[in-house]
């Protein structure tokens, strides 16, 4: 059985730096398609940050320079380390697995390269506060 358990998330002033985790259990990190998502309250969830089963990482252009994502194959753990925090970043951040490689899904009129959504694994989330 799939599971994925976010933490590290909290609550830093503007500029601040903040490093989510993902551990997973029931099969391993390096054989599919990992994303870091965010739903801030009264938004769509959209996809922050992908890593794909060659290495190969994706980017939304809001977090484009600030943000990194990484996996620890030995670990079978996924991080977000998230730098120059601004209060648009606020939201809950949760994981999520896809059943394969990364795939083009198309949602809220734009296409993503990312875990499917509509079939993806997803952690319950951790909270991401920053004030201004």
């Known amino acids: 059985q799939v599971h994925l358990m976010e933490s590290g998330g909290g609550s830093v002033q503007s500029g601040g730096s903040l490093r989510l985790t993902c551990a997973a259990s029931g099969y391993m990190y390096s054989s599919v398609c990992m994303a870091w998502f965010r739903q801030a309250p009264g938004k769509e969830r959209e996809e922050v940050a992908v890593i794909a089963t060659d290495g190969r990482t994706i980017y939304a252009d809001s977090v484009k320079g600030r943000f990194t994502i990484s996996m620890d194959n030995a670990k079978n753990t996924l991080y977000l380390q998230m730098n120059s925090l601004k209060p648009d970043d606020t939201a809950t951040y949760y994981c999520?697995?896809?059943?394969?490689?990364?795939?083009?899904?198309?949602?809220?009129?734009?296409?993503?390269?990312?875990?499917?959504?509509?079939?993806?694994?997803w952690g319950q989330g951790t909270q991401v506060t920053v004030a201004s």
């Open positions: 999520a697995a896809g059943g394969g490689r990364c795939q083009i899904y198309y949602r809220n009129g734009h296409y993503y390269t990312g875990p499917d959504p509509s079939s993806a694994h």
